[in-house]
């Protein structure tokens, strides 16, 4: 079995021993919830300090509340309380997308976060109010986040990249009155005038939108009288500290929109109580995130994955957290592995996507770092492969790391799924069973279980400190019938494990046969010479599939990868799995949280319009598809 390529299908993993024998948490850890039932999420709540202690764990009022009664600020957790212990540690490191660096210590964030906190406060901003940021990763955008939480005040964080429409529609839907933003960014080594675009969402909306601008560019860009400087701002209000304000557990932190890869983006919020403690147990018990750790989330901080996994979690838990502006293969393909090694990063977290990116741009670029300090590896939001799975365990982390694969969502808020990377078995292209004191089922559109074995829709059917606002709400009154019913497709196997096949509006049906595209793209992955692959349904093409394939380096698509492709996949899957057409792309269109757009890559595939590209990392790579494919 050990070169199978099928998902979960490979030989299981045992945990390093080397790490197992200093992970956060050992053997005996699902036993523990297990018993205690729901009282064992009290350890999450424990990782926290607590304004005003909770009086139950949870608590079903017509409304789930999570550690009900009890009282917290967000900000004073992820700051105030670690100024006695590690004042002069370094909170965050910021590489900027040109080579410029910072580092704010605890001592540092924390002075920036209040002055920050009493200039929003000056501009009238107070409790469950929702500031809008519309910034690229840079530590402003942490500081404000951080800065709103203090206040009680709701951050709105909307990716950078996103259009002046997608701008003025979240600050319309959220009636937001505060707008952080910056005269521009470097976008893959060109200067984005991020301004303008600020200012035409803020005409396309009826309120008035109070606007910060950070100096990121410094280079003259225009401000009128209705735009305030940050820096001026905090000027203003140095070495002022402002009050944490003590929210309920289960009042809202923040609000943000799902990344939408299919459909209309819906908006989640976020409550204090629960979800802090959620991504702190998390980050914890599955990223093992250490107080003495530099943490990498390589990811974009409008994303949950950042909210939760790059500011919250690690800042919780007291450790060092890394950010970097840009892209990964600027200004070269090694980029990531020159931070790893510069910031001797521990724990590093990432998105499927980009660790089949990796794979496709070679080997030789991790390995021409020390990667050494690495001692866990993460990823999340697509479906993996065993072959990647492998390929990222072996040449990122040396075969001494484990490899947690986490599923989870916007509104789950932190992970659901996943091994404990201490205690459990690894078995590659399986995200591993659900974290302890969560369970999950297969299930049909019903809510009923599937057999075992057999393919169905994730469903979660326990309640989760992280749910979102208004999954608690949907959950209370309902008892032990409710039941969260995802739209990914999903096999669960007899020890419990989860292997995703994808979501279910990806279905790909072939020779009769709906598969999930992860089932179909892990087959033309295994061929050799294959790095990354999406398949999608054509109905133009007669209701068959196609294959958007991206070759390893140095290997080109030709007719006869092609044709081992699809003898290949017609071998693992049946002689009636045969795509209409295998296209060769040099780069897959993903969104910017780097999870594939297969909805455009069928529209491609059929000549359909496909609308605003905004939403994708790469929206280059759309006009060289499109050319390959009206070529071929
Ligand atoms: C997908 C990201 C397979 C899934 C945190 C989910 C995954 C959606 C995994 C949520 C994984 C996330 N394996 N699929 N390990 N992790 N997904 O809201 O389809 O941006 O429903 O949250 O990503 O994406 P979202």
New binding site residues.
Partial sequence: MGTDNEPGRGDRVAPPSGFVGSANVTAGIREEFAEEGVEAWARAADLLDWDREYETVLRDDGGLEWFADGRLNAAANCLDRHLEERKNRVALRWEGATGDARTYTYLDLHREVNEAAAALRDLGVEADDVVTTYLPNVPELVVTMLACARLGALHNVVFAGFSADELAARLRRTESGYLVTCDGYYRRGNAVNQLTTADNARMAVDHAVETVVVGRLDDGVYLSDDHRRYEDLLDGHRGETVAPVARDATDPLFVIY??GTTGEPSRVTHTTGGYLAHVAWTGHSVLDIKPTDTHWCAADAA???GHSYMVYAPLALGATTLLYEGAPDQPAKDRLWGLVERHRVDTFYTA?TAVRAFMKWGEEYPASHDLSSLRLLG??????DPRAWNWYRDHVGRRECPVV???????TGGVL?STVPGVDDMKPGS?GPAVPGVDVAAVDREGDPVAEGDPGHLAVTTPWPGMSRSLAREAGGAGDDWLYV???RAVVDGDGYVT?L??EDDTVTVGNTAFGPATLESAVIETDGVAEAAVVESSERGGTAVAYVCTERGRSGDAAMRERIADHVAERLGPTARFGAIVFTPDLPKTH?G?IMRRLLGAIADGEEYGDTSALRNPETVGEIETVVDDG
Avoid: N
């Fill in positions: 799902t990344s994303w949950i994955t499927s990823m999340v939001g697509e479906p993996i694969d986490t599923w989870w969502q916007t509104e799924v995200a995802t739209s990914d995703f994808g979501r949280s999870k």
